[in-house]
């Protein structure tokens, strides 16, 4: 466990928090369904994760900045602005934040806060401004610690193992692509904007084969547009624990929602993470249609009661996230490669061609 603190002055800042991989749809902004939806929390209670990329104000334009020095902040492929924010920004929940204030002068947001005018959270003790408090219209409610000016303090160790693969493959199912409401599920729609940024890189330009099934309804339509067809195509499938080894060569492996562990797939596989809530659905949700329909009579009138089908959305094709797509592509290395960035750009223009 991890307790954040005050540099300045040493006041401790947080609960102890425990770190977890930084969830797909942190700074996935941009919500197509709506203009104005507050969103929910972005970290469960007790956990921490950090953002490796330099995010955030000021901001320089990508003319003014250039290649070079952009690549050197982790961003390499032209931006309308390249952020010049700390990497390693530490986002928590707000109900583990201690011993701050909020900074009045700052408080600026639509039907929330977005720390447009800097940080916004202060250090009760010593006034140093230490974090940013966001939870304005389509943003996830967090607090982002500043890490120029917290610092981690160790502490105890957990009491709690972290879960082993077969406890979460039958514990922790899943979540459906579709909310209640029917409309797609926005932290969906994020985990498969990055995966497909990522399978695009390990793809290597060839065209890729996607089995029928969950996988293909998420990837297949956005793959099959931006990769050719070619005779070298690549073979895609699921890989993790309950499934029969794979010999694709490409596998979408789950990542361990505690400690961001990849799933370890042997063999010469090209191995691309999904986050565990996402990958666990795409693996499992048939099989547990079928053992529903297996109950039979009164017992399946039972099982549907306590397991309701997933609902089905009320718009029929599903979106990636447009805009966490491209910003994920940018910040692979992958993408100074010519045919990955002759996509980018394809994809990057104004008003250019939507495929998905
Ligand atoms: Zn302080």
């Given amino acids: 466990m991890t307790v954040f603190a005050c540099a300045c002055c040493g006041a401790t800042l947080t609960v102890p928090v425990a770190r977890v991989p930084l969830p797909a749809h942190a700074d996935a902004h941009v919500n197509p369904h709506s203009g104005h939806e507050l969103l929910g929390v972005l970290m469960e209670p007790g956990t921490y994760a950090v953002r490796p990329y330099a995010y955030g104000p000021p901001f320089h334009p990508w003319a003014e900045v250039g290649e070079v020095e952009a690549a050197a902040r982790g961003v390499y492929a032209p931006v309308y602005s390249v952020p010049y924010g ?73 009491t709690d193992p972290p879960l082993g693969w077969e406890t979460l493959r039958r514990c922790r199912p899943g979540t459906p692509p579709v909310q209640p409401d029917g409309r797609w599920d926005s932290r969906w729609e994020a985990a498969a904007a990055v995966a497909l940024a990522q399978l695009l890189a390990a793809s290597g330009g060839a065209p890729v084969i996607v089995p029928d099934g969950p996988v293909a309804d998420a990837f297949r339509g956005a793959l099959d547009v931006l990769l050719p067809p070619g005779p070298a195509a690549r073979a895609l499938a699921l890989a993790g624990p309950g499934l029969p080894a794979v010999s694709a060569d490409i596998a979408l492996v789950p990542q361990h929602p505690q400690t961001g562990e990849h799933w370890p797939q042997v063999g010469a596989v090209t191995a691309v993470p999904l986050a565990w809530d996402t990958w666990a659905f795409l693996a499992f949700h048939r099989d547990r249609d079928r053992r529903i329909v297996q109950g039979g009579g009164s017992l399946r009138d039972e099982i549907h009661r306590d397991y309701p089908p997933a609902p089905l959305p009320t718009a029929r094709t599903f979106h990636l996230d447009r805009s966490l797509f491209l910003f994920t592509l940018a910040r692979l290395p992958e993408v100074r490669l010519p045919w990955l960035r002759a996509i980018y750009d394809r994809l990057n223009l104004r008003n250019g061609p939507a495929p998905f």
């Fill in 86 to 158: 700390p990497a390693g920004a530490v986002a928590v929940a707000s109900g583990d934040v201690r011993g701050t204030v909020f900074i009045p002068d700052r408080l600026v947001g639509c039907l929330g806060l977005n720390g447009g005018a800097g940080p916004n959270v202060a250090c009760a003790q010593c006034g140093t401004a230490v974090a940013t408090y966001v939870d304005d219209c389509e943003c996830w409610q967090a607090v982002w610690l500043d890490p120029r000016v917290v610092r981690s303090v160790p502490g105890e160790p957990a």
